[in-house]
C-alpha cells in the first residue's frame, strides 16, 4: 500500500533513478522512516539529487585502487549464513589521510556489495577488525560523522549487522564520540565482540560458517587480502556495473595489464 503511494507521490523516473527506485528501494526508505510516506520521499528525493551529483555507479576500481592497496576496506570472498555480502574492514591499515578519497572508496565498495547481493537479498553485514588500530590510524571524527551520514541517508536498510571484534579501549573513546551521530536503528546494529565474552562471539558465530569466518575474528579461515587479485575482481565487477547501469564505457588500460573500462558521458536523462 505504502510502496505504491510513494511511488505515486515521487512521480514519474527516468534513466538511472527509474533503475534505482525498485518495490525493494522504495520499502528500504519507508522502514527507515517507520512507513512515513512524506518523509519517506523527502529522504529519497535527497538520495536521487546526491546520486546524480555523486555519481556512485560512475566510480570506478582504478580511481579509488590506492586506496585499498592495504585491503583496508574489501569485499569478502564469503557470505553469511543468510547469503548477504560481507564488507571486511580493518582501521589498522589506514594508509591515506584523505577524507574525501576514504569516502569515495568505501562508498564505491557499497556500491559493490550491493551489487553482488544475493537473489532476494537487501542487506549487507559489517565485520571490523581492530588488528594494528592506534590514534594514529584512526580516522577523524569529522570524516567518520560524513561516513555514517551518506550511510545513514544514502544507503538506508542496507547494514544488517556490524561487528566490531575486540576493540581497544581507545576505540571505545572515539565510538562514544560518533554514537552521538547514529540513528537508534543503526546504533542497534554495532556489537561488540570480545573474545572472551562467551555471549558476544556467540552472537557473532550465530551469523557466519566458523569455517569460512577468518581467524582475526576467532574462525578457522585465514584472512590473506591479495590486492592484484582484489583488482582483477573489481574491474570484472566493473564491466557488470557498467552494464547495469546502462553506462557506455571504453576499455580502461591498469598498469598491471588487467583491463577496466572508463566511463563515456550517458545520453539517457537522470531525474534531479
Known sequence: MQVSELRIAIGPQSGRSSKYCTDACLRRYLEARNWNVDKAKKMLEETLKWRSTYKPEEIRWHEVAHEGETGKVSRASFHDIQGRTVLIMRPGMQNTTSAENNIHH?????????????????QMSWLIDFTGFSLKTNIPVRTARDIIYILQSHYPERLAIAFLYNPPRIFEAFYKAVRYFLDPKTAQKVKFVYPKNKDSVELMKSYFDVENLPGEFGGNATLK?????????MAEDDVKTAKF?????????????????????ELAPIAQ
Open 245 to 265: 547501469w546502462g553506462i557506455d564505457e571504453k576499455p580502461y588500460h591498469i598498469a598491471n595489464g588487467h583491463s577496466a573500462a572508463e566511463v563515456t558521458p
Open 106 to 122: 568505501l562508498v564505491y565498495l557499497l556500491e559493490n556489495a550491493i551489487m553482488n547481493l544475493s537473489e532476494g537479498q537487501e
Open 225 to 233: 587480502y591479495d590486492h592484484e587479485e582484489f583488482s582483477r575482481l
